[in-house]
């Protein structure tokens, strides 16, 4: 997900890209401009290289989509968990939302509830639809689900719901990153190159970014791909590559 503030617009603008869009990685591809690897492969091939998932992952969107990235910031599921529970000690507000599942509509799901895992076993989480409050470790389990008919795109939609909740809700993000205990829970278990100086003084901003609206946009759109393989002869999806470089250069992101 990339993530847009400070533009012209006065807006957040969001960026999901599929995890299966076939991309062409450097050094990895087969040649230059083969497009014959899923895009979260990129990520793999990094940290396998002294873990440097993230610095490749950015090379990867400039080199097939055209966009620099500044910062970035890596954040595992307790992480997340804690993070929300720091900011939102009440919960954050959310109308759980869900496709149908074998083509029947559903009124609840269960969900894996990883972070409750006890000797091997994840346990399972009902997750009713409809507004409620979520805590941290709820609304990662929400976020992550993919078990109904929309799949991958339900799971980033939901992806994007959450971001967006957050955002809207947040009073004062600085919060997250201030005070012994959310410092040490959450600041120094996130992988970020984003310099501690920058969030204190623009983590403010991004709240009044938030209230004049979230632009959000999934790449590809459901359903805007060609089913094709990758080098390793999974399926993946090929999308219009110039295409998608026109929507996120009018969109602001270069």
Known sequence: MVVNVGNKEGKVKMVSFMRDTLVNIKGA???DYSQDLKLNTAFNIGEQNNHQGAELMRETLKRNFDIDIKYYAMVDFETFATG???????????????????????????????????????????????????????????????????GDFGRTRRQQEVMSAIMHQIKDPTKLFTGSEALGKVFAMTSTNVPFSFLLTNGLGLVGSAGKGIERVTIPENGDWVDAYDMYGGQGLLVDFDAYKKKLYQMGLR
């Open 84 to 150: 929300v529970d720091t900011l939102f000690p009440n919960g954050v507000e959310m109308n759980a939302q869900f496709s149908t599942v074998d083509g029947e509509k559903v009124s609840e799901v269960e969900v894996p509830d990883d972070l409750n895992m006890k000797d091997g076993v994840v346990p399972q989480q009902t997750i009713k639809v409809g507004k409620q409050r979520m805590d941290g470790r709820t609304l990662l389990n929400y976020s992550r689900f993919r078990k109904d008919d929309e």
């Open 29 to 31: 591809s087969e040649s």
